[in-house]
């Protein structure tokens, strides 16, 4: 489920800020408390780094907050290193 929403996310000029709200809404729904177990993957990383793309403060702080201790493994994992980068521009 989280990549059909990350599917309709991706697609910026194709989604209203409404719609955008809500899809965002669903997506954390689905990642809190998971965040580990979608960064280490190669497809569901691009789900947390959309999700941060979007995400208010707070989310951020939530994901951040889950990742604690894991930053290391993320910046030596092929695929979650671009999270990092995420994260720093983010926020």
Known sequence: RSKKLWEKLRR?????KEERNKLVAEL??????RVKDFVFKHDSVRVIQCALKYANMEHRKMIANELKGEFRALAESRYAKFLI???LVEG
Do not use: A, D
């Open 28 to 33: 954390f729904e689905i990642i809190t408390g």
């Open 85 to 87: 980068g995420k994260m």
């Open 12 to 16: 910026k000029s194709h989604v209203l």
